[in-house]
């Protein structure tokens, strides 16, 4: 019986161990240019490699929406493994849960943005050390802003 709780005791002290190692990530969104409630999606990729396949590498990840003005909007996902991230938004102005591509060429027809990118037009696919970031144990604040310009 002993040797029971003790392997009980070992497994909920790893469940746990993991969240405590795990920070939360605040993300700030901001430059709406389309003031509605349209839901902001999320997704993350862990590498380079993963980044560059773009919408193909990136998982869709659940954000808490914890604070709303008309000019930003804050999230919060919980518990992110320590690592090297980058995080990819789209405000989704029909609430489909996709991201709207134009025909031929694939250009967004949303608004998009990417971490610490901080543009006012996108011109190309932002190279991984531009939008990389560090989670720690703690938690880390990233800002996402917004573009709906595409384009050269």
Known sequence: MRKIILIWLSFISILFSRQIFAGDVIITVDRFTHH?????QFSLCTSEECHEKRDKGYSTIDAQLIESTENFRKYRIKNLQP???SLSA???LNNSGKLERSGILGIPEEPIGFSRLDV?????????DDVKFQVGKEDTSVIVHLVDKFGL
């Open 36 to 40: 509605n409630e349209a839901p902001v």
């Open 83 to 85: 690592g090297v991230y």
């Open 90 to 92: 789209y405000h989704d």
């Open 120 to 128: 006012q037009k996108i011109r190309r696919h932002p190279r991984w």
